[in-house]
């Protein structure tokens, strides 16, 4: 179904994958999961499987229909209604509308021979549109969004009214719809999902997970749900970011985990015992090496030494981990930021109206609501991104501010690394940036890489890296640790736990509202405010 042959990926200077011959295959019935640490290159490497991207070397070719979701998709016109493309997986949508129109002129057409050749016209539609599901695969659209947390009123909605997390969840139920058994629906799509269970509440990921273990078609995930890579994975890729290599592993992600632990504990119980016998072979061959006699033996002996030592495998370097730390918060007043009586709408629908809210100095604040009620865009208008249609955002004695998008709109795709450093803290010295790209994992030839091609997690990484380098005194933190390795997420959680500022958050990750330990929270799209407490936490997941 999909074959890569020779495949080597790199991101500007850097390999990050080299694997030679067939080694990569996508068949039937496989559920790959693609694993690695952030900026191994499964982002990359999935977008040069999809086919939205070119290889370093390599070819790679695909027998079946591909279902691509990018951790960032970028929709084309938001004027189109959520239904609409949806049903553009299967080209339902430019049937209909072409179906209806003809409906109109049958109607009107005053002219019997116009008249006929509509209805001629129309029949042929109508039996295109039965060939791909008709009016059924409608109905099997309805029930994946409905799956997927979007109800009938979102589907009638341009995209542009939709959040972040709507739309992505459209462009999921997209895809799974062009790989639905039902009505139509190409089963034997191959599906390549990045990061699919961001956004969805756990009733939705309870639902992909039996959809993609009934699926038969190829299937590779990036994912860093682990349950849903236990549930579902019978394969596992890992891209090994210190070798640039993949190893293939054809089992399940429990006995991947089992084997690796297993592999590393041989690694180190052997070189341990070489090193052993190594350094007797040392210790013996200085002894002879001080007779001329045995001069040559001495030599064998450390030729041995050292081939021993050449034949061990290579012990599994440990991953990287950026050193995250919240800025000490700059001097500010009591209340560094107010907001009275702001709401927000789109066209004819209400977001949220009338939200009042005080961030005092050090308070700490979670932003609830199901998707769709608003929550990223009131953070946006306190960040000062997107302005109220009415109410006043008051900035206090000493306000500064840091906001982190979840969709990484702080970060100018087309400017380097180093730029977006740079732009984020212009009075910063020079020095004093590399060595924070550092610890937060960019180095050499990195800097000079364009921002947009880097994988979700390396963005997260360097928007966290814009934060740290001000002195923010009013953290605005959208969604935080999506698309980080676990490593990272910890610690994401741990600089949270000990930042002093007041912090607003709009998370489905209910560790990270742990670590936070709020005082408030915010309900929208009505806008009360609550003490916070450990009920809400479960809201957190379902929402």
Not at 412 to 422: G, H, L
Not at 446 to 453: F, K
Request: hydrophobic share 40%.
């Amino acid at each position: 179904m999909i074959t890569a042959s020779d495949l080597e990926v790199r991101a500007g200077v850097r390999t990050l994958l080299s694997a030679p011959g067939p080694a990569l295959r996508v068949q039937p019935g496989d559920r790959i999961g693609l694993v690695g640490r952030n900026g191994a290159g499964k982002t990359t490497t999935l977008r040069i499987l999809a086919g939205e991207g070119e290889p370093y070397a390599g070819t790679v070719s695909r027998s079946s229909e591909v279902g691509y979701l990018p951790q960032d998709p970028r929709e084309g016109d938001l004027d189109v209604l959520a239904k609409n493309r949806v049903l553009s997986a299967r080209g339902l949508d430019a049937l209909l509308a072409r179906m209806e129109k003809l409906q109109v002129q049958m109607a009107e057409l005053g002219d019997v021979a116009e008249r006929d050749k509509a209805i001629r016209k129309y029949g042929n539609l109508e039996d295109r549109f039965s060939s791909l599901g008709g009016y059924a695969a409608e109905s099997e659209a309805a029930r994946i969004c409905n799956a997927l947390g979007l109800e009938d009123r979102i589907l009638e909605q341009p995209l542009r009214t939709l959040s972040g997390g709507q739309r992505r969840r459209v462009e999921l139920a997209r895809i799974l719809f062009s790989a639905s058994d039902g009505a139509g629906g190409k089963s034997g799509t191959t599906l390549l999902l990045d990061e699919p269970t961001n956004h969805l509440d756990a009733d939705s990921i309870t639902w992909l997970r039996g959809f993609l273990q009934n699926h038969d078609g190829g299937l590779i995930v990036i994912s860093h749900d682990v349950d849903l890579l236990d549930d579902v994975v019978n394969k596992v890729w890992f891209l090994d970011a210190v070798r640039g290599e993949a190893d293939v592993y054809n089992m399940t992600w429990k006995r991947y985990l089992d084997a690796r632990a297993t592999d590393e504990a041989r690694r180190r119980r052997e070189r341990a015992n070489a090193e052993k016998k190594v350094a007797a072979l040392k210790v013996q061959a200085d002894k002879l090496g001080a007779k001329a006699t045995k001069a040559a033996a001495a030599k064998n002996m450390m030729r041995r030494a050292d081939r021993m030592m050449a034949e061990l495998d290579d012990e599994r370097v440990a991953d990287k981990v950026a050193r995250i730390k919240f800025p000490s918060p700059a001097s500010c007043g009591r209340t560094p930021l107010l907001a009275t009586g702001v709401s927000k709408s789109y066209g004819s629908l209400e977001v949220f109206t009338g939200v009042d809210c005080a961030i005092d100095k050090g308070s700490r604040v979670v932003i609830l609501g199901l998707n769709g009620a608003g929550k990223t865009t009131l953070l946006r208008i306190l960040a000062g991104v997107e302005t109220p249609d009415t109410g006043v955002i008051e900035p206090g004695r000493g306000l500064k501010r840091g906001y982190f998008a979840q969709e990484h709109d702080t970060l100018d795709d087309a400017a380097s690394v180093w730029d977006n450093i740079r732009h984020a803290s212009p009075d910063a010295g020079e020095q004093e940036l590399r060595s924070l790209l550092g610890a937060f994992m960019f180095t050499g030839p990195q800097l000079e890489q364009p921002a947009g091609t880097l994988s979700g997690g390396e963005k997260t990484r360097l928007a966290l890296a814009g934060l740290v380098s001000s002195a923010a005194n009013v953290l605005l933190l959208d969604e935080p640790t999506n698309n980080l390795d676990p490593v990272s997420r910890e610690q994401v959680l741990d600089a949270l736990r000990t930042y002093e500022g007041a912090v607003v958050l709009v998370t489905h990750d209910p560790g990270a509202a742990e670590a936070l330990n709020p005082e408030r929270v915010i309900m929208l799209p009505d806008g009360a405010e609550d003490h916070w407490s450990e009920e809400y936490l479960e809201l957190i997941s379902l929402a």
